[in-house]
């Protein structure tokens, strides 16, 4: 089997990412509305602050990798492209997590990127500290982005799907943002959240792709 | 291309269901080199369906298929992104698919060359299609399958698809095409739905 195919699926996603819609501005622009709302809801204290602060990121981050997640697929069921993908002889899987990948590089980590900004406004110290956060929050954003894969590949066909794409992606976040949280806030059982976060991104680079394509194939049938 | 006249596809007794309803049942079809079959059929009849079976899209309700020899695929949609040029959509599936086709010649033949850099959000129907077009030279594949090829096709387009087809068919090839209209290359089965 050769890699071509997946290599330009890749290089398909990633110019489509950023022709399709902006790229990573958009992503970008709902992270930083939602965070900036917080202090607005809940006054300035800072230890409020300080304390909320990772917890709002890491819903903000959840919600604004959802936004792009709509495109992935659909525009390539209703372009005709899935159709050529689904023939090349490469497994579909592959060519999924290709363009998966190609998705998280345009706007998920420019995404993780932002996080220590967004730390620093929630009164964060700025120290060694937001740089650990900030592999954290890259960990967490690309398993967002395979489980919201998921999502997107199942409602593929769905008109305006990207509301069912939420419902479908953020019960599967539910581990990502429990590991990724407790990994920050230092409290009880949060020695090994670090490892368990990781493990968690493992599991769905290594399941959902499987996922995603089996309902491409449903969605082209 | 093969020169044995083994069957490149052999169906049988192939069926589709859609929803409640039986949309065709009991087709069959062999398809050797050098064969052109054109299904005809009302619109709505699974013209489309039946040629997504045969390439694989679509698992068949009931029957048999054999797909012996590689396929390529012109579907009603032309699989061009918005941002994606005629050149650039050319360039990227000879890459996925390891061709090292020469593409200015592929867009010359397909009277594309003012086009080439034209993103596909600005093409006409007629570029897109013509671009589509352009795939099947991009790599040498007994079996095409191609769903109304003439749509919005000018008259200069037409005659220039039927030179690539009437060609593929001498070199031993052979094409699968749902019609409305008359073939304007031998034909040698009508398949009616």
């Known amino acids: ?23 990573a501005l958009l992503p970008l622009g709902f992270l930083g509305g939602a965070a900036v709302l917080v202090p607005l809801g809940i006054g300035s204290d800072t230890q409020t602050l300080k304390a909320v602060g990772p917890g709002i ?3 903000a981050l ?9 495109r992935i697929f659909q525009a390539d069921a209703e372009d005709g492209t899935l159709d050529l993908w689904l023939q090349t002889g490469a497994p579909m899987a592959a060519i999924a997590a290709a363009k998966t990948l190609a998705h998280w590089l345009a706007a998920g ?22 740089l650990i956060h900030l592999g954290f929050y890259t960990l967490g954003g690309l398993a967002f982005f395979f489980w919201g894969g998921v999502g997107a590949a199942l409602s593929a066909t769905v008109r305006r799907g990207g509301l069912l794409i939420s419902i479908i992606a953020l019960p599967l976040y539910v581990p990502t943002a429990i590991f990724g949280a407790l990994a920050m806030t230092g409290g009880i059982g949060s020695d090994g959240a670090p490892m368990l976060l990781a493990a968690s991104t493992l599991f769905a680079c290594a399941v959902a792709p499987y996922a995603m394509a089996a309902a491409l194939r449903l969605a082209a049938d | 291309m093969t020169t044995s006249t083994a069957p490149l596809i052999q169906a049988s007794g192939l069926a ?33 369906t039946l040629l997504r079976m045969l390439a694989g899209l ?26 994606e040029t005629p050149r650039g959509h050319l360039a990227l599936w000879a890459q996925a698919w390891g061709s090292k086709a020469d593409i200015p010649d592929i867009l010359e033949k397909m009277a594309l060359t003012r086009a080439a850099d034209v993103p596909g959000r600005y093409l006409s129907a007629g570029q897109r299609r013509r ?27 037409r005659t220039m698809l039927d030179a690539v087809i009437s060609g593929h068919l001498r070199t031993n090839g052979a094409i699968i095409a749902s019609m409305h209209d008359a073939a304007g290359f031998p034909v040698t089965n009508e398949v009616t739905l």
Do not use: C
């Open chain 1, 1 to 23: 089997m050769s890699a071509a195919p997946i290599l330009a699926a890749f290089r398909q996603a990633f110019a489509e990412a950023w022709a399709g819609g902006a790229g």
């Open chain 1, 57 to 59: 990121i890491w819903v």
């Open chain 1, 62 to 70: 959840a919600l604004s990798s959802l936004v792009t997640l709509e």
């Open chain 1, 109 to 130: 980590l420019p995404l993780a990127l932002a996080s220590p900004l967004l730390a620093l406004m929630f009164q964060a110290q700025a120290s060694m500290d937001l």
């Open chain 2, 16 to 48: 589709i269901l859609r929803g409640e309803r039986v949309l065709f049942r009991g087709v069959s079809l062999s398809l050797s080199p050098g064969d052109a079959i054109v299904l005809r059929g009302a619109n709505g009849a699974g013209k489309t």
């Open chain 2, 58 to 83: 679509t698992r068949p309700e009931a029957g048999e298929m054999v797909r012996a020899a590689p396929h390529h695929w012109i579907g009603h949609k032309e699989g061009i992104k918005p941002q």
């Open chain 2, 131 to 157: 671009t589509a077009f352009g795939r099947l030279l991009l790599e040498d594949r007994p079996v095409w399958l191609l769903d109304e090829p003439y749509t919005a096709l000018d008259a200069a387009g």
